[in-house]
């Protein structure tokens, strides 16, 4: 079994940093694909940014130069700095990754529970 745990979140007032972690732990082999995704009250749940194991990260236009992913390999933890925060950024963050799991490498997808992040004056 794997567990995805996220931290970092927290209240800070628009145009300010915020560094999210995704902290893997559990039966890896490897992890592949992780997405940093957001849900505000109300809205649906939206991918804010893509890190491909070995390609450049993709990023949502609404956080394009704001937001930069990457990760950590020896920690299994993937990071998502936030700057320039803005209202609209308000939302719980969550990491979801595509991890290979011992013994099997059976490639498996999981969430993390998730972490709020207020930006508010």
């Known amino acids: 079994q794997v567990q995805l745990v996220e931290s970092g979140g927290g209240l800070v007032q628009p145009g300010g940093s915020l560094r999210l972690s995704c902290a893997a732990s559990?039966?890896?082999?490897?992890?592949?694909?992780v997405g940093w995704y957001r849900q505000a009250p109300g809205k649906q749940r939206e991918l804010v940014a893509l890190?491909?194991?070995?390609?450049?990260?993709n990023y949502a236009d609404s956080v394009k130069g704001r937001f930069t992913v990457s990760r950590d390999n020896t920690k299994n933890t993937v990071y998502l700095q936030m700057n320039s925060l803005k209202p609209e950024d308000t939302a719980v963050y969550y990491c979801?990754?595509?991890?290979?799991?011992?013994?099997?490498?059976?490639?498996?997808?999981?969430w993390g529970q998730g972490t709020q992040v207020t930006v508010s004056s």
């Open positions: 559990g039966s890896i082999r490897s992890i592949n694909t």
């Open positions: 890190s491909n194991s070995g390609g450049a990260p």
């Open positions: 979801n990754a595509d991890v290979r799991t011992t013994p099997w490498y059976t490639l498996r997808n999981y």
